[in-house]
């Protein structure tokens, strides 16, 4: 099954919105293959923002980044990687769709509540960055047969 990387940022933290935002994962039923918390350093973040690094925002985003532990998720399912994207909506929370996590909880472009992998490739990649092999788990919820036809599942 697909899996994709979900931080929740230091504001979602600092707000008190953790428990619900997972609430939303869950209750769409996704799966939980991965969870904790962790201070971002320096390193790791330069790596995951690469592609933003040159941005005049960019000190911005990392003293925000940096301005409490964050919860950073493994989070699997079919399609999981598209689905997640279209929950949490577009970038900027004050553009993003009402329904959508960044919608309904955010007032922000930087402050959006939510990371989430944006390709099934970068989903690989940076669930190696945050998570070491033995803390993501591969178990199959009860639920399963009652989330998917069995033929969605192959
Ligand atoms: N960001 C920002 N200003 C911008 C664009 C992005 O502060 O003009 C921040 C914002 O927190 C965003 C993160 O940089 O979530 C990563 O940007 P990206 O374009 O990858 O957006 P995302 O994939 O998070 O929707
Ligand atoms: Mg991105």
Do not use: W
Not at 29 to 43: C, H, P, R, S
Not at 81 to 106: C, F, L, Q
Not at 117 to 138: H, L
């Amino acid at each position: 099954m697909q899996q994709t990387l979900i931080i929740l940022k230091p504001s979602t933290v600092q707000r008190g919105l953790v428990g619900e935002v997972i609430d939303r994962f869950q209750k769409k039923g996704l799966i939980i293959a991965g969870i904790k918390m962790m201070q971002l350093g320096d390193e790791i973040l330069r790596e995951h923002y690469a592609h933003l690094v040159d941005k005049p925002f960019f000190p911005s985003l990392l003293k925000s980044m940096q301005a409490t532990p964050v919860i950073v998720m493994c989070l699997r399912g079919v399609d999981v990687v598209e689905v997640v994207r279209a929950m949490i909506g577009a970038t900027n929370s004050r553009k993003a769709a009402p329904g959508t996590i960044r919608g309904d909880y955010g007032m922000s472009g930087q402050e959006n509540i939510v990371h989430a992998s944006d390709s099934p490739e970068n989903a690989e990649i940076e669930v190696r960055r945050f998570f070491a092999p033995g803390e993501i788990f591969d178990y199959s919820p009860v639920t399963l047969s009652a989330t998917y036809a069995a033929d969605e599942l192959k």
